[in-house]
């Protein structure tokens, strides 16, 4: 299916990246389901440990998780993996463009989103074909250690400038996401603040819940 621009706008309110590092014992599938329980309303597969192939059956079966929720599903950087697996799309960081047509490789159909921190880099990525840009890092982050505080103007100008929906990422948390107000963007994308919580779903319910608060009050 072809998701519509307002479709993913919407869908960008809370955007779930996984992370296997705070399984417990649990299944990368029983924690996606418990924060599309409480509200996730997109999910990304970020997945570097394992070999490609483990990493295809997990994408299938979350695709299909996802696909009883409703949810976008995309896949982390492997565009062979997002086409093999039925992913709706894939998301890709400025280094997986270098010479390469993302859009022509996964066809006008499925979801392309893009790493952007700067305005020419969400400018160029949505001249390339985006459908939405993850823009960050916007309280730093430790999943990424190179990464910086990306300045809330900075974030609003991008929003400002690109006609596609922009979801922020970073080291964004209940504690820090309505800070985000007034930037523009359409919604958060979290990673330990979900799936580092005890409660997976309340978290989900909660970070929702200031997500639309935050969006609504860009206006």
Same mark, same amino acid.
């Given at each position: 299916?072809?998701?519509?621009?307002?479709?993913?706008?919407?869908?960008?309110?809370?955007?779930?990246?996984?992370?296997?590092?705070?399984? +417990?014992?649990? %299944?990368?599938?029983?924690?996606?389901?418990?924060?599309?329980? *409480? *509200? =996730?309303?997109? #999910?990304?597969?970020?997945?570097?440990?394992?070999?490609?192939?483990?990493?295809?059956? !997990?994408?299938?079966?979350?695709?299909?998780?996802?696909?009883?929720?409703?949810?976008?599903?995309? #896949? +982390?950087?492997?565009?062979?993996?997002?086409?093999?697996?039925? =992913?709706?799309?894939?998301?890709?960081? !400025?280094?997986?463009?270098?010479?390469?047509?993302?859009? @022509?490789?996964?066809?006008?159909?499925?979801?392309?989103?893009?790493?952007?921190?700067?305005?020419?880099?969400?400018?160029?990525?949505?001249?390339?074909?985006?459908?939405?840009?993850?823009?960050?890092?916007?309280?730093? %982050?430790?999943?990424?250690?190179?990464?910086?505080?990306?300045?809330? !103007?900075?974030?609003?100008?991008?929003?400002?400038?690109?006609?596609?929906?922009?979801? =922020?990422?970073? *080291?964004?948390? =209940?504690?820090?996401?309505?800070?985000?107000?007034?930037?523009?963007?359409?919604?958060? @994308?979290?990673?330990?603040?979900?799936?580092?919580?005890?409660?997976? %779903?309340? @978290?989900?319910?909660?970070?929702?819940?200031?997500?639309?608060?935050?969006?609504?009050?860009?206006?």
């Amino acid at each position: 299916m072809r998701w519509t621009r307002d479709e993913l706008r919407r869908a960008m309110a809370l955007y779930a990246v996984t992370d296997r590092g705070w399984l +417990n014992g649990r %299944t990368l599938e029983q924690d996606v389901e418990a924060a599309l329980r *409480g *509200g =996730a309303t997109f #999910v990304q597969l970020r997945e570097k440990a394992l070999p490609e192939a483990a990493i295809l059956e !997990q994408a299938k079966r979350l695709k299909a998780l996802c696909a009883r929720y409703g949810a976008p599903f995309v #896949v +982390n950087d492997s565009v062979e993996i997002a086409l093999e697996s039925g =992913a709706d799309g894939v998301h890709v960081g !400025q280094s997986d463009i270098q010479g390469r047509d993302i859009r @022509a490789l996964i066809g006008p159909d499925r979801i392309l989103g893009m790493t952007a921190n700067t305005v020419e880099l969400a400018l160029a990525a949505q001249a390339a074909g985006a459908d939405y840009l993850g823009v960050g890092a916007v309280f730093g %982050t430790s999943t990424k250690k190179d990464a910086r505080p990306l300045p809330l !103007q900075r974030l609003r100008a991008i929003c400002d400038a690109v006609d596609i929906p922009v979801v =922020a990422i970073g *080291g964004i948390n =209940a504690g820090n996401l309505l800070k985000l107000t007034g930037s523009g963007a359409d919604g958060v @994308a979290v990673v330990s603040a979900l799936f580092g919580a005890e409660d997976i %779903t309340a @978290a989900a319910a909660e970070l929702l819940a200031k997500s639309k608060a935050m969006v609504a009050g860009n206006g």
